[in-house]
């Protein structure tokens, strides 16, 4: 019998907010000592108040939008109940019964489009390290604002499942709600997967697979669960309902908690919050804050740059700005520069941040469109104008310096022709290549560009060199 | 009140403070006595005054502050024992508008653990006893600090009042107890019993005294976001311009709430609620009820009988709503970050089952247990989301009473101050107690308890008067009509 998996997944975004989503201490706790962001509110000292914070409830907004989502005109929220010393007031302030984004659509680059069912503003939990005898407890990442993401079961695959992720971390990326970096857990996925036999028109049992912060991780939790719910159902036996653990070396998931025993977090309305009433006007404004997303720039440069080459460069926002910066006969170029010497770079991550102007690119460009500068030649001005010593002072004037400027004045070249012909040395070869042996024009051509320093345009020399030896 | 000034010194105040609170030390009323501090900042005051220096609205004035307020002096225990050697870094917004006008705290008073309770016996500490009879209980679960207003140890005490636990131990005791409107002093800094019902508010010896504390500590707190915009001192016909508004304000799309104003009201129509006046109410009391409704009739004031249905379900809706935001807000008592930690844990269960099994009193985890039983899965619609359709009911039953009175006037409590132990082990009578106070916390409107004469045993009777939302100072002032004989305070 054949199955057919079906997925959903929620995701939890980091908000890169300046502060707490509750409190007025720093939200970034990189490179900190444990507990040494968090204030009275967060630690839960007796009489502390949650304040909202402004800026949070801007970023939801964007992040809604971003996966066209609606956005509630009223929300509020409410505590969900549990006692472990992550969680120090004993409850976790989330939105449980009026989320803050109502449903919307995610779509990969394959066109797909996964459904969201809502996504909602709550609190993050602090962070336990157990030793042999005690365990240590740090609250730095207590109330970081997140949000979390609750995709429709409209995901059949793990190859959608890992392009769903992806997709959603561009747009968190794009709408700038988010640093972004999955390794220290600015984004983690909880996938649940099941499995029914084909035209079944129920869904089967499902299992969860928590904390996932890698697409490839999703890819591959997905596969495995994939082909070890089919040996369970292929046996005979019932996938149990259970939440799973992930685990990157063995590549398995194992059993972890079954459902059965899942807590009852005694959801309750949160007193201490007024309800969020947004303006449409607000809504609005904060809308139209979003920057161009993945899918704009796909249909901008459908066709203009090779589709492999875009999918990579949608990774990052910054060059696809850019991108849209640079006149479009350039932006074939420009991308390929992108894609093979930039990303390749050792220090790539640090130029993402400081690239050159749209004017120096247009120039390089230009130099190269106008075969003054040879691919190599480009390459060697691009990554100059990344050096803090050259960058300001212009392509033209790096690649003139440097004296990469390919003589393609064909009066010029012609002159140097005449001379390395003139030489005696050449005569052999001039002699062979009129009888025929095409491959000797590549030595013709070397002594030209030898004699002109470099600076000949090759090409223009071989045309030269063709029409007078005919 | 006596404030400090050349001839009276704020450490002659404070001394008489302190030695009146040390010479009725039987009483239980403190649970700490600030007398370095009080007197540090007694001379400070003094000091200022000498060299002519601006000092605030209330400068030397000694008062009591319940031990559920946070500050820096003195342990905040809120009477618990889970909270035992807990040192507050943050004081309560509070506290500072009182002190940033040179009020000088003597010391913290006593209260049932948590404000769980009528009568401060749910204290670690012990009770509380009554100012008028050494053998009845002081009321709660504010008793400490009106005994101490009643007994003239200081001219104020602060209070919280979640289901009346201001208005019935200043009935108890024959002083001023005023519940504002909700939202209108900050909570920030005050150990949360239920957030959606408690209030901040006041015992006085007057009136006068009342409305200068209520200009003092009233007003929007950015740090508690449930807070209205100042209405009390900018009177009628504030608008929102008028207030500060942070980034979420400015946000939000305004709200019919925030472009309220003060109420100011100028009563002709006194409300009597029928359902307050029958036999389960103690006679003296509804004597006393006659007495000031004769009083109004004769000062021509119209008498409007309410018919106030929703009400019986106030105190099963408070039962329901109070313990469930209880047992919420006691989770963060865990032994884990401050506070009591049971010295048998030995692993997390028992962090958690030891420390509150042993940190937390009978009465709480009652509270607890209900909680956490009407918010349980299954439970919630029943429970939880009923009592919230009730409190709606409430809300609207006090707004149609308003259409056809300016203020209400009804008991505060069915009986006067009970013996101690009485109704230690019956909850439920216990609960009855709140029959009459519990429906305004509900609802969100202000309630001023007044005294109204004695019992022939001489125990003091009060009455409440209640009125619309921002009504405050209006209602205060209308006390003063129903102050016929100089009342308030003991001696």
Redesign the interface.
């Known amino acids: 019998m054949k199955y057919i998996p079906t997925i959903g997944i929620e995701c939890h975004v980091q908000l890169c907010t300046k502060t707490k989503l509750f409190s007025e201490v720093d939200n970034d706790a990189r490179g900190k000592e444990p507990n040494a962001c968090v204030s ?1 509110v967060d ?13 949070a ?2 970023l939801a907004i964007r992040a809604g939008r971003a996966m066209n989502c609606k956005i509630n ?1 009223s929300s509020r929220f409410d ?1 969900k ?1 549990y ?1 472990y ?1 992550d969680s ?4 976790q302030i989330t939105q449980f019964y009026q989320p803050i984004i109502g449903a919307g659509y995610v779509e990969l680059p394959s066109g797909t489009k996964i459904r969201i069912e809502h996504a909602h503003l709550e609190g993050d939990a602090g962070k336990l390290t157990h030793f042999d005898t005690y365990s240590l ?1 740090d609250l730095n990442r207590v109330d970081t604002p997140l949000i979390e993401i609750v995709s429709m079961p409209d995901i059949h695959s793990a190859k959608d499942a890992h392009d769903y992720c992806k997709e959603l971390w561009r747009l968190m990326c794009y709408a700038r709600v988010t640093y972004g970096d999955l390794y220290n857990g600015n984004m983690r996925f909880d996938i649940n997967t099941s499995l029914a036999p084909e035209g079944a028109d129920k869904l089967g049992t499902r299992t969860e697979v928590k904390n996932l912060n890698s697409f490839r991780s999703v890819e591959r939790a997905v596969e495995y669960e994939i082909a070890r719910q089919t040996k369970i159902l292929e046996s005979g036996e019932k996938v149990v309902q259970e939440t799973r653990g992930w685990n990157d070396a063995t590549g398995k998931t194992t059993g972890q908690r079954s459902k059965e025993e899942a807590k ?5 309305p949160e ?4 309800p ?4 449409d006007v ?1 809504i609005e404004t904060e809308s139209a804050k979003l920057p161009l997303m993945p899918k704009d720039y796909r249909e901008k440069f459908k066709g203009k740059i090779a589709d492999d080459i875009l999918e990579i460069l949608l990774d990052y926002p910054s060059l696809m700005k850019k991108l849209d910066e640079v006149e479009s006969k350039f932006a074939k170029i420009i991308s390929n520069l992108f894609a093979s010497v930039l990303l390749s770079e050792e220090k790539s991550a640090e130029y993402l941040n400081d690239l050159p102007t749209a004017k120096d690119l247009n120039e390089l460009a230009e130099m190269n469109e106008k075969k003054e500068l040879s691919s190599t030649a480009t390459k060697e001005v691009f990554l100059r104008l990344f050096d803090p010593q050259m960058k300001g002072r212009g392509a033209k004037n790096i690649a003139k310096e440097l004296g990469l400027i390919q003589e393609n004045d064909l009066g010029a070249l012609e002159a140097i022709v005449d001379v390395v012909l003139a030489k005696p040395e050449t005569k052999k070869a001039q002699e062979d290549f009129k009888a025929g042996q095409e491959k000797v024009i590549g030595f013709l051509v070397g002594q030209v560009m030898k004699e002109s320093h470099g600076k000949a345009n090759p090409s223009a020399v071989q045309e030269i060199l063709r029409k007078k030896l005919s | 009140m006596k404030i400090a000034n050349k001839k009276v010194t704020a450490e002659r105040l404070v001394r008489d403070a302190l030695e009146k609170a040390k010479h009725f030390s039987d009483y239980n009323i403190f649970t700490f006595l600030n007398e370095e501090g009080a007197l540090k900042k007694a001379r400070e005051i003094d000091e200022k005054i000498k060299r002519g220096e601006k000092v605030g609205k209330l400068a030397g004035v000694p008062y009591a502050l319940k031990d ?3 500050s820096p002096e003195g342990e ?1 225990t ?1 009477s618990a024992h889970i ?1 035992e050697g ?1 040192k ?3 004081m ?1 917004t509070s506290v500072k508008k009182l002190e940033d006008e040179g009020a000088i705290m003597i010391g913290r008073t006593n209260l049932d653990a948590f404000a769980h309770g009528s009568s401060t016996e749910n204290s670690y500490f012990g009770p509380t006893l009554n100012a008028y009879d050494r053998e009845r209980v002081a009321g709660g679960s504010s008793g400490g600090s009106a005994v101490a207003v009643a007994l003239d140890i200081v001219e104020f005490a602060t209070g919280t009042d979640t289901g009346g636990s201001i208005r019935q131990p200043a009935s108890f005791n024959g002083v001023y107890g005023l519940k504002p409107t909700y939202g209108c002093i900050s ?6 019993m ?3 019902t408690d209030c901040i508010g006041f015992f006085t010896k007057t009136p006068e005294d009342m409305d200068l504390l209520m200009s003092v500590a009233s007003g929007r707190d ?5 807070t209205l915009p100042d209405y009390y001192n900018a009177g009628d016909g504030l608008t929102d311009a008028a207030c500060p508004s ?3 304000q ?4 305004k ?1 019919s709430r925030s472009t309220e104003h003060a109420a100011s009201v100028k009563p002709s129509r006194i409300g009597i609620v029928k359902d307050f006046d029958n036999e389960s109410v103690d006679k003296e009391i509804r004597l006393a009820l006659k007495n000031k409704i004769d009083l109004l009739k004769s000062k021509g004031y119209e008498i409007v009988e309410l018919e106030m249905p929703a009400l019986k379900y106030a105190l099963a809706a408070y039962y329901i709503i109070v313990p ?2 209880v ?2 807000n ?5 032994g ?3 506070g009591f930690r049971s010295e048998k844990t030995k692993d ?1 269960d028992s962090l ?1 089952i030891d420390t509150r099994s042993e940190g937390f009193m009978p009465e709480n985890k009652r509270r607890i247990m209900i909680g ?1 039983f009407v ?3 299954g439970f ?1 619609d029943a429970y ?1 989301l009923k009592a919230a359709k009730a409190r709606t009911l409430i809300i609207k039953e006090y707004e149609k009473a308003f259409s056809k009175c300016d203020f209400i006037l009804t008991p505060v409590s069915p009986n006067p101050a009970f013996k101690l132990g009485e109704k230690v082990n019956d909850p439920v009578s216990m609960y009855l107690e709140d029959v009459m106070s519990v429906s305004l916390n509900l609802a969100g409107v202000p309630g001023l308890a007044i005294p109204a004469g004695k019992t022939k045993n001489g125990l003091p009777v009060g009455l409440q008067l209640i009125g619309p939302r921002r009504s405050d100072k209006s209602l205060i002032e209308f006390s003063k009509v129903l102050n016929d004989n100089n009342e308030g305070g003991k001696n």
């Open positions: 009275p630690y839960a000292l007796p009489g502390m108040l949650p304040r909202l914070n402004g800026e409830i801007k005109a505590r109940h006692f010393p120090p007031k004993g409850y407890v009852d977090y005694r959801y309750m007193p201490d919050l007024p969020i009433n947004l303006s607000f | 559920n307020f946070l905040t809120a909270l807990f507050s870094p943050i309560a909570r920030y800094g005050v150990v949360a239920a957030s959606s950015p740090k508690d976001m449930t942070d980034t979420l400015a946000a939000q799309a709200s469930a935001e047992a919420s006691l989770s963060r008592y865990d884990v970050r401050y997390l958690y956490n918010l349980s899965s919630y939880f």
